[in-house]
């Protein structure tokens, strides 16, 4: 039977205004020769495109946000950072260069690949710990590193997306301490003009320099729904 108020729960111009088929699919799972290790955020906009062929028209994933250790994509960290597992290295601009230039970390990155072929279940602590030090070598290789002062590009990243700067402090005391957790701690306090007391949130991470990882991605044609 069909529900008469189900025309005035539509919402014009919306995505779901009308049936469609699409297709549930977690991101690490779009393995291809491409991407052995693991399915990476490039190859969303690959899948996006086949899917557009076979005429679906919703893809949903599973979250894609940073989790840090933990291997639930529940775990996220962020609302706003993306997990550095999915990160494609051959696409960040600096990597031709030190893949061509620095024997070692051309080498570091071969034994990533090599050493991670398709399988049916990827193992998240390897991958991860992989490509978080190849792409801590290839931070090193960069201006931004040398000098500790970002430019260009990425100094007006920054300055459109404020809140890269704690997380990024938040994250290099994480590595640094390893799994040990950090707490922001909230505590009384009486200002001097004697307003009264107010919550005050204090945070250790000062003076703590850390690398900040630019990403852009567009998957092109249907809509992605993360954990919806």
């Keep these: 039977m069909k529900n008469k108020d189900s025309d005035k729960q539509k919402v014009p111009g919306s995505v779901f205004h009308e049936r469609r088929t699409g297709v549930v699919v977690p991101l690490g799972a779009l393995y291809s020769k491409k991407y052995a290790a693991v399915g990476e955020f490039p190859a969303l906009a690959e899948f996006a495109r086949f899917c557009k062929k076979a005429g679906l028209s919703i893809i949903q994933l599973l979250p894609v946000n940073d989790t840090g250790t933990q291997s639930s994509p529940y775990s996220g960290l962020s609302a706003f950072a993306l997990h550095p597992v999915y990160v494609s290295l051959p696409d960040i601009p600096e990597f031709a260069g030190a893949y061509a230039a620095d024997h070692s970390f ?52 920054i300055r459109a997306n404020k809140w890269i700067i704690p997380y990024a402090v938040y994250k ?50 249907p809509p992605v729904c993360t954990g919806c």
Excluded: C
């Design 172 to 221: 290099n005391l994480k590595w640094k301490k390893s799994t040990v957790f950090l707490e922001i701690v909230g505590r009384e306090r009486q200002e001097p003009s004697g307003n009264g007391n107010h919550r005050a949130m204090e945070f250790a991470g000062q003076e703590e320099g850390a690398s900040v990882l630019r990403m852009d991605t567009d998957a092109g044609s």
């Design 106 to 157: 051309a080498e570091q990155y071969d034994d990533f690949i090599n050493n991670n072929p398709y399988k049916n279940r990827f193992d998240y602590d390897a991958v991860l710990a992989a490509k978080t030090g190849l792409l801590r070598s290839l931070y090193e290789t960069t201006p931004t590193a040398a000098s500790g002062i970002p430019g260009g590009e990425l100094a007006e990243w």
